[in-house]
């Protein structure tokens, strides 16, 4: 037997019926219209941790949805509401709101070019991230401790020094550190691949670890292409004959806060990467080398070179005895300056 309606509820449920209605039609119509004409790129930060609440906001406040509840109800509906992604996201007044959607969920961010130079150190190049990328310094260099990626290399270390490659890379703001540094991993397995390092190393009587060191002492001392594989052959002959490599870049990077001039006092400091105080090469690299440098500590020229000295000018001058050597430091670094 039916249930009849009684009359008194029929006005109640006619009211629901038209609410339900309008706020359908108030949803379906804040979602099928821009909130704008405007094409103008407007670039949205999607920050770790931000939640759906705070992101429709965002949105609009700066006009590029019509409402921010309803927004959210579309995510929800679409069930992306867990799936939008950090980042920053180049959007306009007159995109749809499920384009918006689409767009934040998509991981197509803005992307920054970023350009490690060669020689830079682990800390240089979180501080220049951090400047190009507001990535964490601190975490950055953490993640360069970790053992696990450290093992990738089949290396003895305690940090990535000297495997971050440098390049020119593409990141978006907020990215990962560790994907960073991954990133960086795997272009410097591509390059030392593609120029079949691997295989030289293999021919060699050095391990990758050893090559790699001795290339970031070689781009530490010159920025010349033609000079990487003479600088090569000095340090090669004095590992050979058993002579501490003495290179000043060892120096600095075992002083914990160098102030850009050395001492005579900093020659002393006891530290495994002092090369004036202790023979061979240091226990790992002291900066990123980049692949002309890696090649040249593989392919020294053949010279009885032992000795070099800055001319000043960004070019050296080479000895092969200590007598030529001094006479060389006394004509390119003490000369005294003439005054008119």
């Known amino acids: ?117 060669e020689g830079y150190r682990i800390t240089e190049i979180a501080e220049l991230l951090a400047e190009k990328i507001s990535i964490n310094k601190e975490v950055f260099i953490k993640e360069t401790r970790n ?39 795997n272009t410097f397995k591509q390059r030392i691949t593609n120029r079949n390092i691997l295989d030289q190393i293999q021919k060699s009587d050095m391990s990758l670890h050893e090559v790699i060191t001795l290339a970031s002492l070689i781009e530490k001392e010159t920025g010349m292409n033609d000079e ?20 000043d870049p060892t120096v600095i990077y075992a002083i914990e806060e160098f102030d850009g001039n050395i001492r005579k006092k900093d020659l002393n400091i006891d530290s495994p990467y002092n090369t004036y105080r202790y023979k061979g090469l240091p226990p790992g690299p002291i900066a990123n080398p980049g692949i002309k440098s890696i090649v040249a500590a593989l392919n020294p020229i053949s010279s009885n070179h032992l000795y070099f000295v800055s001319r000043k000018n960004g070019s050296h001058h080479f000895s092969s005895n200590l007598k030529e050597h001094n006479r060389a430091v006394q004509k390119y670094q003490l000369k005294k300056v003439t005054r008119r």
């Open 147 to 185: 053992k696990d990626l450290i093992k990738t290399l089949n290396i003895t270390s305690d940090s990535l020094e000297g495997y971050l490659f440098p390049e020119t890379y593409h990141f978006s703001k907020h990215t990962p550190e560790q994907k960073i540094i991954q990133a960086m991993l």
């Open 1 to 117: 037997m039916k249930r009849q309606i009684k009359p008194n509820l029929l006005p109640l449920l006619g009211g629901l019926v038209l609410l339900a209605w309008i706020i359908s039609g108030f949803f379906y119509y804040q979602i099928s219209h821009p909130a704008g004409k405007s094409t103008q790129a407007i670039v949205i930060s999607i920050p770790p941790g931000a939640t759906l609440k705070q992101i429709s906001s965002e949105l609009e406040s700066h006009n590029l949805i019509r409402s921010s509840s309803a927004f959210r109800l579309l995510a929800n509906i679409r069930k992306k509401q867990a799936h939008i992604q950090v980042g920053e996201y180049e959007l306009n007044q007159s995109m749809l709101p499920m384009d918006i959607l689409k767009t934040i969920t998509s991981g197509k961010t803005v992307l920054y070019p970023v350009t490690i130079p």
């Open 228 to 247: 990487r594989k003479h600088i090569s052959s000095v340090f090669h002959n004095r590992l050979h004959r058993n002579m501490r490599l003495q290179t």
